[in-house]
């Protein structure tokens, strides 16, 4: 594979369909490992679908409290990684001094994290800050469950790669009356909520007021980052667990979950 395809969301694949007989070329979701730099010094790999990898870079590091501006973010360059044992890509940030000092302590602090939750976490204390409390934003109260529902019938059009092949996520950002202004596709769901906040740091008609809209469940994750970034709503297909509640409850973010048909839950106000 040339390095140029490295970066095509989705490959070709020969399977056996049935009820159908015989062999067939199919769609599948590209799935790459993608390292992330800082000044250098590489920080974290994740599997991501290769589109969009600067939006990715970005808003991973504005969610993850490495950066605190977009602005702080000088370039941002992807370049193609070979080796014997590794086929992907590089997404390279160079980042102010400040923030760069600050992810060095963070990083001397850690042991073992990855981006599965509290997956290598050594106490409960080592969780992270603790919550931002959100200002209210006064628009939430007429957020009504119409518009979600219209937000919601209007998703898969704007899903290309799922599709295709059946097997992404998206990242809606909406505005409060329900039309979508970005959708972001990705094979995890961290990953295009990462590149959707990254998209809105950089593009001033996002950053108006809106809420997210996920297809997947709300998890803790999401919902951390999106109050790190100020968003006030999340809405999800699915159902939420207690513990993302919690952390919806205590932070101030309006959650809604089973956002599908002609149905719709609100668990936080």
């Known amino acids: 594979m040339q390095p140029d395809e490295w970066q095509a969301p989705l490959r070709s694949c020969v399977v056996d369909r049935w009820p159908q007989d015989g062999q067939?070329?199919?769609?599948?979701?590209?799935?790459?490992?993608?390292?992330?730099?800082?000044?250098?010094?590489?920080?974290?790999?994740?599997?991501?679908t290769p589109q969009d990898l600067e939006a990715f870079a970005l808003g991973f590091a504005l969610t993850e409290g490495i950066l605190d501006t977009a602005a702080q973010?000088?370039?941002?360059?992807?370049?193609?990684?070979?080796?014997?044992?590794?086929?992907?890509?590089?997404?390279?940030?160079?980042?102010?001094?400040s923030c760069f000092q600050r992810l060095k302590s963070q990083r001397r602090s850690l042991t073992g994290n990855t981006g599965c939750g509290l997956c290598g976490v050594e106490s409960l204390a080592a969780l992270g800050p603790a919550l931002q409390v959100m200002p209210p934003q006064p628009w939430l109260a007429g957020l009504t469950v119409e518009t979600l529902l219209r937000a919601s019938r209007a998703l898969p059009d704007h899903q290309?790669?799922?599709?295709?092949?059946?097997?992404?996520?998206?990242?809606?950002?909406?505005?409060?009356?329900?039309?979508?202004?970005?959708?972001?596709?990705?094979?995890?769901?961290h990953n295009a909520l990462d590149k959707l906040l990254g998209q809105r740091a950089?593009?001033?008609?996002?950053?108006?007021?809106?809420?997210?809209?996920?297809?997947?469940?709300?998890?803790h994750e999401l919902i951390r980052k999106c109050v790190r970034m100020g968003v006030g709503a999340m809405a999800a297909i699915s159902a939420p667990t207690d513990f993302a509640?919690?952390?919806?409850?205590?932070?101030?973010?309006?959650?809604?979950?089973?956002?599908?048909?002609?149905?719709?839950?609100?668990?936080?106000?």
């Open 202 to 219: 950089r593009d001033p008609r996002l950053q108006g007021p809106g809420f997210v809209f996920m297809t997947s469940r709300a998890s």
């Open 73 to 97: 973010c000088y370039c941002i360059e992807v370049e193609a990684v070979q080796t014997d044992a590794v086929q992907g890509l590089a997404v390279k940030l160079e980042i102010a001094a």
């Open 24 to 48: 067939t070329t199919d769609v599948i979701a590209a799935e790459v490992p993608v390292a992330l730099e800082f000044n250098g010094i590489s920080h974290a790999v994740m599997l991501a």
């Open 160 to 189: 290309p790669l799922n599709r295709a092949c059946g097997a992404l996520h998206a990242a809606a950002w909406v505005s409060p009356e329900g039309e979508l202004l970005a959708v972001m596709e990705d094979v995890g769901r």
């Open 245 to 269: 509640v919690d952390v919806a409850t205590r932070s101030g973010l309006q959650l809604w979950g089973l956002v599908r048909g002609q149905r719709a839950v609100r668990y936080t106000r």
